[in-house]
């Protein structure tokens, strides 16, 4: 767990790191470099979920040199099972990271959402269910690797 006090704000007592695949860290089905670096010292202090429907069929390929935990979407309501994802690992303890519409609610729920624009844009639900909103996955993930920019970002 990594607290995180933002003055006015939270105290952020972060355990769950879940990221959406498509959009988010991956373009086109395919892990993005940058993101997997990242992801590699953000499993050093939590434990990183990918939760997607692998609209690809890609996403164990390309992340099985990463130890997360993967989650594949099965139902029909991609963005109820999300939220419920959220709320069974403690919504508390989660920081998400997404863009598309059926990220919105699991944004929402977790203690600090994150949307990230990216090159496929971001869903303007999602956009205002976050705490924050990132250019890219990279300046994303950093937030959590440099938690004095989430303290400039949030406090009040």
């Known amino acids: 767990m990594n607290e995180i006090t933002i003055p006015n704000f939270t105290t952020l007592k972060i355990e769950h790191v879940v990221l959406d695949y498509n959009g988010t860290i991956a373009k086109d089905g395919v892990l993005k470099e940058s993101a997997k670096e990242l992801i590699k010292k953000l499993c050093e202090t939590y434990t990183v979920h990918i939760i997607t429907a692998d609209t690809f069929g890609s996403v164990a390929a390309q992340s099985e040199d990463l130890d997360i935990v993967l989650k594949i979407l099965k139902g029909t309501d991609h963005t109820?099972?999300?939220?419920?994802y959220i709320e069974a690992l403690g919504n508390e303890r989660c920081a998400a990271f997404g863009n598309g519409n059926n990220d919105a609610k699991m944004l929402s729920l977790a203690a600090l959402g994150v949307a990230v624009t990216g090159e496929e844009g971001c869903a303007g639900a999602t956009l205002?269910?976050?705490d924050v909103v990132c250019k890219n996955i990279e300046e994303a993930l950093e937030l959590l690797l440099h938690p004095?920019?989430?303290v400039a970002?949030?406090?009040?």
């Open 128 to 130: 205002l269910a976050s």
């Open 148 to 150: 004095k920019r989430l």
């Open 80 to 84: 109820q099972e999300k939220a419920d």
């Open 153 to 156: 970002t949030l406090r009040r």
